[in-house]
């Protein structure tokens, strides 16, 4: 699998996908590069982790929810940083 000049293996993509696995249902802060320097920080659970895609639960107020779903290759990548709450261990 490439993205750009990177090159990420699938022994690489089970690493990650074990970590978040195990993590599951803890409260992460998410750090989603959006490009040309803007970023996303935000605060949620890990909800669900699926064989390509993990899916983290966000409260926007009392009453709202949003679902965001990432690829584990994000992780790798860069693109999306997740750093767990409970002992500050970035993913």
């Known amino acids: 699998m490439l993205k ?4 990420i293996d699938v022994q ?18 998410l750090k989603v590069n959006r490009g040309r320097r803007k970023s ?5 659970i890990i909800n669900h982790v ?3 895609i993990f899916t983290i639960r966000i409260n ?3 009453r709202a929810m949003q679902t965001l779903a990432y690829t584990y290759s994000d992780i790798l990548t860069s693109d999306v940083e997740v750093v ?4 500050n261990e970035r993913i």
């Open 4 to 7: 750009g000049d990177m090159m």
């Open 12 to 29: 690489s993509l089970m690493k990650v996908r074990k970590v978040v696995e195990s993590n599951l249902g803890e409260k992460v802060r």
């Open 40 to 44: 996303l920080i935000q605060e949620g």
């Open 50 to 52: 699926y064989p390509s």
């Open 60 to 62: 926007i107020d009392d």
């Open 84 to 87: 767990v709450c409970k002992n």
